[in-house]
């Protein structure tokens, strides 16, 4: 019982230097999401993919880009770090039916830009 | 726009005692949910509790309830009993309406508990 795997836990980074975070689930969950958290500002929404093939920004989408490869995997890839880009990154996963869209979360990704 | 506000940044219980984590919430639509995670020191979002709009009865799971009060528009957890393993962060989250197959979540700033023993 997998869920939602994310790789790596923990990341340090140079400024300018790029990375991609891996975000894979085994749920067959349609929708997927990549979040930030930063200390007193909750979860803030980069971005998201509502199905395969399909991607769209959320509230803080600049400075990354993702790939929703296949069903299975959304990746999140950071071109040039930056400092302002240090944060716990989470990859969701959710099934959107009628009613009840639960999110499982991966274990985290600690990013540090220096 | 919709907007969750968790207006307690922390709290403390007593082992055994129960208590209560507010969310209110704002929304103009009609259908909608509401969720609670809470995130302990280890960093993971654990999914605690769900409560939609159309519900006629609160939510409960184990030890979590939601006490939903649709007109004051709020959806606050009660823990009963406390333990010392819920001390974490509480988040309150709604899910936005429908936009093509995505329902996407509002989150709320959090609230920390602490169980003392």
């Known amino acids: 019982n997998a869920g939602v795997t994310q790789t790596p836990k923990f990341q340090v980074l140079k400024t300018g230097q790029s990375m991609t975070l891996q975000c894979a689930q085994d749920m067959n969950h349609n929708s997927m999401y990549w979040y930030r958290q930063d200390p007193g500002m909750g979860l803030r929404l980069i971005y998201y993919?509502?199905?395969?093939?399909?991607?769209d920004k959320g509230e803080v989408p600049n400075g990354y880009n993702v790939s929703r490869l296949n069903k299975r995997e959304f990746s999140l890839r950071l071109e040039s770090a930056a400092p302002s880009q240090t944060s716990v990154y989470f990859c969701?996963?959710?099934?959107?039916?009628?009613?009840?869209?639960?999110?499982?979360f991966g274990q985290g990704t600690r990013l540090t830009v220096v | 726009a919709q907007k969750i506000t968790q207006t307690q940044p922390g709290m403390f219980v007593q082992e055994k005692e129960a208590v209560t984590l507010d969310c209110t919430y704002d929304t103009s639509d009609q259908s909608y949910g509401l969720f609670w995670y809470k995130q302990p020191s280890s960093g993971e979002m654990i999914f605690l509790i769900y409560q939609g709009s159309y519900d006629e009865q609160n939510a409960t799971e184990g030890r979590y309830s939601l006490n939903f009060q649709k007109a004051r528009k709020s959806a606050n957890l009660v823990i009963s009993a406390s333990q010392l393993g819920d001390s974490a962060m509480y988040f309150c989250a709604m899910r936005e309406p429908r936009v093509g197959n995505n329902r996407k979540l509002i989150w709320g700033l959090g609230t920390s508990l602490a169980v003392n023993p």
């Open positions: 993919s509502a199905s395969e093939g399909t991607t």
């Open positions: 969701a996963s959710s099934y959107s039916r009628a009613g009840f869209t639960e999110a499982f």
